[in-house]
């Protein structure tokens, strides 16, 4: 199967609101890491690619930097806009923006769908000399009990990330990062999520591959519904993350 270097923005079509209040937020030390060096975020220009609903624009707009989130599929692109966020359409491969303007690039959770070298060469177009790309994920930590429990229902889907154009793992990035950036490395924060079952639920459909309804939706209702009851504690279970984010440089 070909890679769509674009991939499909509209696989997240009626998504963006479960997106916007069920998916993970990132760690604070790890915005610190990304900010760390590069000056007072007050003067900064970032752009955050593959935005989504705001999660991680709001997060860097909270310190104060000047972030634009690029984000093409316009449900999503709205639910960012309500929540007061700078965002507009655009593309990995295009950002739009001058060369050399930019001196943060982020990418939170997204830098899979788009993971190829025409995004990796915009990105260091738009970076001055010393400014920084930092993709980040947040991945399943498997040594907590009910996140593997939640990590083997959700797995049965993942063929359907292939369809949808996906590439992750942590040669492919490195790969792609040492091809045009210094000091290429990574760096991992701890996280978690705490949800009710109605959370649970909307955290599964907030994933691009997960069937919203027919006899595979109700197949995984009935998967969540057995874990939640063995893992539940106070009407509630926690999904155990590692924050990675990958830095590089523009020399």
């Known amino acids: 199967m070909s890679f769509d270097p674009r991939g499909n923005p509209q696989r997240f079509n009626a998504r963006s609101d479960d997106y916007a209040r069920y998916r993970p937020s990132y760690p604070a030390a790890a915005i610190d890491a990304i900010l760390a060096g590069l000056g ?3 003067g900064l220009r970032a752009l955050d690619v ?6 991680s624009t709001g997060l860097l707009a909270a310190r104060g930097v000047s972030v634009t989130g690029i984000e093409p599929n316009a449900e999503m692109r709205a639910s960012a806009e309500s929540a007061g966020l700078t965002v507009r359409d655009g593309h990995a ?7 050399g303007s930019i001196d943060l690039v982020t990418s939170f959770q997204a830098f899979h769908w788009f993971a190829n070298a025409e995004s990796i060469a915009e990105f260091a177009r738009v970076l001055r000399s ?15 009990p009910f996140t593997r429990a939640y990590g083997e229902i959700v797995e049965g889907f993942s063929d359907r990330m292939e369809l949808a154009g996906y590439r992750n793992g942590s040669s492919v990035i490195r790969g792609l990062l040492e ?3 210094a000091g290429v490395r990574i760096e991992s924060f701890h996280n978690s999520q705490s ?3 109605d959370g649970l639920l909307g955290r599964v459909r907030s994933t691009s591959y997960a069937p919203r309804d027919g006899a595979p939706y109700l197949a995984l209702v009935a998967a969540l519904d057995a874990a939640f009851e063995r893992f539940e504690r106070d009407g509630r279970v926690e ?8 830095f590089g440089e523009k020399p």
């Open 40 to 42: 007072d975020p007050h």
């Open 50 to 55: 593959g935005a989504g609903t705001g999660i």
């Open 93 to 99: 491969d295009a950002l739009g923006e001058p060369a």
């Open 130 to 144: 010393g400014g920084r790309i930092a993709l980040v994920w947040n991945e399943r930590d498997d040594a907590d």
């Open 179 to 181: 091809a045009a950036f």
């Open 195 to 197: 949800l009710d079952y």
């Open 239 to 246: 999904i155990v993350y590692r924050t990675d984010v990958f």
